[in-house]
């Protein structure tokens, strides 16, 4: 079986069969072409067990694709993206992702907090960046960052599809008591909704709104656990 054969069985959409005869060929040859071939049909298969909620090996698989993808660093840079998006799910599944090794997928890709700040500041700066970079990775469009008015302020605004979604961000290390949404009080709430009914008001906003919640959970430099609750009831006026 060589390469060729793999890509062919690749097409067809057989990617277990794809993904079964590839590894004993990147057992004996580990160079580029190999490589990105492997990643490939693993992804995929990792993609497809995911989608028909197959847990089996999906650990395995990625911590293999991780390991392949940190040897290669930036020349890899397009199959780090995608395995981010797919490290946000397995993390949300409970799926040991190492989230050591995890974190450093996430170098160059989102900024690094002040360090001058004190620490629970550099925490919400990193938190609100993965948000945002989570949200792309579900397909939005980011339309404001730290949104200001005044006194009044939105984490971040993103377009769903057709919908202006409003978006509070709340992190929280992984030693916290408290979940991070339980921060999201009434007195919290009250506040969000005037600023979300300002910014309505002054960009005219005619689309549907909806107003979402992310938990962040982690420590600097370690890969965080998301938690997205959408379409929260909040009132608008």
């Given at each position: 079986m060589s390469i060729s054969d793999v890509q062919s069985l690749y097409l067809k959409g057989d990617v277990e069969g794809a993904y079964g005869a590839m590894l004993p060929i990147y057992a004996d040859d580990h160079g580029e072409y190999a490589s990105r071939m492997m990643f490939k049909v693993a992804l995929a298969v990792l993609e497809k067990r995911l989608e028909?909620?197959?847990?089996?090996?999906?650990?395995?698989i990625y911590r293999a694709l991780l390991r392949l993808v940190l040897r290669y660093g930036n020349e890899m840079y397009a199959e780090r993206q995608a395995l981010l998006k797919t490290a946000f799910q397995l993390s949300a599944l409970g799926i040991d992702i190492d989230s050591k090794n995890s974190g450093l997928l996430l170098d160059g890709i989102i900024s690094i907090p002040d360090v001058a700040l004190p620490l629970h500041l550099q925490m919400g700066q990193w938190g609100e960046?993965?948000?945002?970079?989570?949200?792309?990775?579900?397909?939005?469009r980011l339309i404001e960052h730290d949104?200001?008015?005044?006194?009044?302020?939105?984490?971040?605004?993103?377009?769903?599809?057709?919908?202006?979604?409003?978006?509070e961000v709340k992190t929280r290390n992984t030693h916290s008591l408290q979940s991070p949404e339980q921060a999201v009080n009434y007195t919290k709430i009250c506040r969000l909704r005037k600023s979300i009914h300002h910014y309505v008001k002054q960009h005219r906003v005619c689309s549907?709104?909806?107003?979402?919640?992310?938990?962040?959970?982690?420590?600097?430099?370690?890969?965080?656990l998301v938690r997205h609750l959408k379409d929260v009831p909040i009132m608008i006026r």
């Open positions: 028909n909620n197959d847990l089996s090996e999906l650990s395995k960046t993965v948000a945002a970079l989570y949200l792309q990775y579900q397909g939005c949104w200001k008015s005044s006194h009044r302020d939105i984490d971040l605004i993103v377009m769903d599809g057709q919908t202006i979604v409003f978006v549907n709104i909806r107003f979402d919640i992310i938990s962040v959970i982690g420590e600097l430099g370690l890969f965080p």
